[in-house]
């Protein structure tokens, strides 16, 4: 696999900020980071995006994220290792993803609100729409994986704040 475009943070500042700045508003929101992880991890995994697969399983992994867990992450129902929150958002996670009928059943809606407040998932879709961004960007450019060190995206949000 090539390489069509280096997205580089320097070169594409005003989109990478557009795109963190989406992230920044999930993380002021208070929602839990390893909740937040699997969403990422499991967005990823249906648009089969290799970077940003593993990228979230490596930040996973350094948060303290179980190999389990993350194994098990694409056979979540069938898992019993998952909150019913985390569950309620792994629905959503899909639902919002997989637009193909151009709607989201009110089956996984209602199991989103018993989990989530109004603003939560708010934050969740955000956080569901920020990922997908980030793999459209990922998997159009042809970015390749498995050379992501976890944490590094911190460099960049440093570098682009100043």
Not at 32 to 54: F, H, M, W
Not at 84 to 103: G, S
Not at 127 to 150: H, K, L, M, Q, T
């Amino acid at each position: 696999m090539y390489t069509r475009l280096s997205f580089d943070p320097a070169r594409h500042r005003d989109a990478f900020r557009a795109m963190l700045g989406l992230g920044a508003a999930v993380s002021r929101a208070g929602l839990e980071p390893t909740l937040l992880e699997l969403v990422k991890i499991r967005a990823s995994q249906i648009n089969g995006c290799g970077y940003c697969i593993d990228m979230h399983t490596k930040d996973a992994r350094a948060n303290g994220e179980s190999e389990q867990r993350l194994y098990l992450l694409s056979a979540w129902r069938e898992a019993n290792v998952y909150s019913e929150r985390e569950r309620a958002a792994l629905a959503w996670t899909e639902a919002v993803t997989r637009l193909e009928h151009q709607e989201v059943p009110d089956s996984v809606y209602e199991l989103a609100r018993s989990q989530f407040t109004e603003d939560e998932l708010v934050a969740l879709t955000l956080a569901i729409v920020a990922i997908n961004g980030w793999n459209r960007f990922s998997i159009a450019f042809r970015r390749a994986a498995g050379d992501y060190e976890p944490g590094s995206l911190d460099s960049i949000r440093a570098a682009l704040s100043s």
